[in-house]
């Protein structure tokens, strides 16, 4: 009696939903057509059956445990979650039609919490429209065409951290449009222009409008042709080229009427200041073989130090000057790779009173799991630091992380 009950159940449950089931011929796969279709390839994707939306889920995390010894100080240990990312992305309605989300949670990227601030969790919440294979048309918060290493994803490091020149000089996140014309080639010389018209004031801003906007254009020249799996978009060959891929690419932006020390980034300013930045890089991978090379400056079009009004004794200023970043590294067969990095940044003649000169060491050893989404890194860095009055200090770290994601 019982199995009969049950038997009756399914029938009924099976009439109501009027589930039908399609085979294809071409793979036998079978396949319910009321439920989505499931692929796992970069995180774990969703696809109506209608194909009318996809959504895809990823996510990373970086764990690290440092030294720290600065000069004429204790020696000290900070072990931390670096950085903890999730990141939504796929299309909606039309595959041309696409969207990525990235919300942050470790504290060191959403940063102390201000009284009458954001909360900076949102990283990038960005509509795109891509009309054919070559044109590319954005609007929301995302990362300006910037500097290489910058607009690598902080996952796709060698090492543990950016340089110190990115840290004072880079371009980051901003809202507003972006327009990319992208030519690749898998052997023949290729090139991407890349344009945006943004607010200038960085992500998660509200409060701070101005009459003033940023303007950024980039070009990307490959004269051997598109790197393999999108080398591009990380640092080392962990791929080992079977060809040369070589790539020339430089930046240009106007920020105009900037509110903070760095543009998009930094603390506010007193007054504020029009902003110019050149990125230039250059990068070469070949049979596990990897240079890299990079020159940025900032510039303002007045002097960068400004003064509260309310207290002459608060300052605020522009970090103005350059830098140059050189990085060569080897990745073995085995995928342990060594990684040396140089640094050397220069401050502008506005500031030379108010912060050094710095010179910076890396060497650092790397083992590749599974490529970029599960590696383990070693570091060690020291940093030179010149004062105006002759004055020298030494400070370095070393470094254990572990990077895991999909």
Not at 21 to 45: A, H, M, R
Not at 191 to 211: F, P, Q, W
Not at 227 to 249: N, Q
């Amino acid at each position: 009696m019982k199995r009969i009950l049950f038997l009756l159940l399914l029938i009924s449950t099976y009439s109501q939903s009027q589930v039908t089931i399609e085979q294809n011929k071409q793979d036998n796969d079978v396949k319910l057509t009321t439920l989505p279709y499931y692929s796992f390839g970069k995180g774990i994707g969703i696809t109506s059956p209608d194909s009318l939306f996809q959504f895809n889920i990823r996510f990373r995390m970086q764990n690290r445990v440092t030294y720290i010894q600065n000069e004429d100080e204790n020696g000290s240990y900070d072990g931390q979650i670096r950085r903890l990312r999730l990141r939504f992305d796929g299309y909606v309605g039309n595959p041309k039609f696409l969207y990525v989300i990235q919300l942050s949670f470790a504290s060191g990227d959403v940063g102390e919490v201000k009284e009458g601030e954001n909360i900076n969790i949102i990283r990038d919440a960005v509509v795109f429209y891509r009309p054919n294979k070559n044109w590319n048309i954005s609007f929301g918060q995302t990362k300006l065409p910037g500097n290489r290493q910058r607009v690598n994803s902080s996952g796709g490091l060698q090492l543990t951290d950016r340089t110190i020149n990115n840290t004072r000089f880079t371009i980051d996140r901003d809202f507003g449009f972006q327009f990319h014309n992208m030519n690749e080639y898998q052997d023949k010389f290729s090139y991407n222009l890349k344009a945006a018209v943004s607010t200038g004031e960085g992500r998660n801003v509200t409060g701070k409008s101005d009459d003033g906007v940023a303007l950024t254009g980039k070009i990307e020249l490959l004269p051997f042709g598109a790197f393999a799996k999108d080398g591009t978009y990380f640092e080392g060959d962990v791929i080992r080229e079977k060809k040369p891929k070589l790539m020339f690419s430089g930046a240009f932006q106007q920020n105009n009427n900037a509110q903070r020390t760095g543009g998009q980034l930094g603390n506010d300013l007193f007054e504020q200041r029009t902003m110019k930045s050149v990125l230039l890089d250059a990068m070469i991978k070949y049979k596990g073989w990897a240079a890299m090379s990079s020159f940025m400056s900032r510039t303002s079009n007045k002097h960068a130090v400004t003064i509260n009004p309310n207290d002459n004794s608060e300052l605020s200023y522009v970090f103005v000057g350059n830098g140059f970043d050189y990085q060569l590294s080897y990745n073995t067969p085995s995928n342990y790779e060594l990684i040396g990095r140089y640094s050397i940044q220069k401050v502008g003649n506005d500031i030379q009173t108010l912060t050094p000169n710095t010179r910076q060491f890396s060497l650092g050893v790397t083992k590749y799991i599974w490529e970029h989404s599960f590696k383990i890194q070693t570091e060690f860095t020291l940093d030179q630091l010149d004062f105006q009055d002759g004055t020298t200090k030494d400070n370095w770290y070393i470094r254990f992380q572990l990077e895991i994601g999909i």
